[in-house]
């Protein structure tokens, strides 16, 4: 049982380039999010999804865009890069009751330069 | 904003001493109140959890503390080890959320040999 997988762990780009953060998981959680992750700042909620095909923006979505085509995967896309979004990046999935928690990813490490 | 506020920023410990990371949260309602570890290169774990109606939680070394009219909350790790050197995030979870949490923003914690 793999749990929340994603790719890739490390990236470097280019101010003004795109890429897509991968995120997928096998334990068939509806609910799934995209965090960020800055030094001294906590984890802030960039999107979130209940389920496929419903997707919602939370704290910092500005500059990110979500899809969730189906239960396993949950990527996130980064347009037009900027320094701002260096960061490091978790996934997260869980079910509906609070009691379960959330299940992370090992995070993916972006530096934009 | 919903906000959870956490201190210290980082703590060192000696081994077999108490550890304790506090939290207080503002406003809003809160269902749930998870307290996450994560180890250098991890993602965040859940640890422990209470609900906002239960004074006192202990798994093992591991005790929340909950003081509903101050609206804190506390982590006490009793006899702390050196493998407990982590980073300590609490977590809320608002009422009616669809389970997103709002985390603080972290203690590190080094307990010496």
């Known amino acids: 049982n793999a749990g929340v997988t994603q790719t890739p762990k490390f990236r470097i780009l280019k101010i003004g380039q795109s890429m897509t953060l991968q995120c997928t998981q096998d334990m068939n959680h509806n609910y799934m999010y995209w965090y960020r992750q800055d030094p001294g700042m906590g984890l802030k909620l960039i999107y979130y999804s209940v389920g496929a095909g419903i997707t919602d923006k939370g704290e910092v979505p500005n500059g990110y865009n979500v899809s969730r085509s189906t239960t396993e995967d949950f990527p996130l896309r980064l347009e037009l890069a900027a320094p701002s979004q260096t960061s490091v990046y978790f996934c997260?999935?869980?079910?509906?009751?609070?009691?379960?928690?959330?299940?992370f990813g090992s995070g993916t490490r972006l530096t934009v330069v | 904003q919903q906000q959870v506020k956490q201190s210290p920023q980082s703590l060192i410990v000696q081994k077999g001493g108490i550890s304790i990371i506090n939290c207080a949260y503002e406003n809003t309602a809160f269902d749930y109140f998870p307290w996450y570890q994560q180890f250098p290169g991890k993602g965040p774990a859940l640890l422990i959890a209470i609900r906002p109606d239960v004074s006192e939680k202990k798994e093992g070394r591991f005790t929340i503390s909950f003081n509903k009219s101050a609206k804190q909350f506390s982590l006490h790790i009793m006899d702390s080890q050196p493998g407990d050197s982590a980073t300590y995030f609490c977590a809320a979870i608002p009422s009616g959320a669809t389970n997103k949490l709002i985390f603080g923003t972290g203690t590190l914690l080094a307990v010496q040999p």
């Open positions: 997260a999935s869980s079910l509906r009751q609070h009691r379960y928690g959330y299940t």
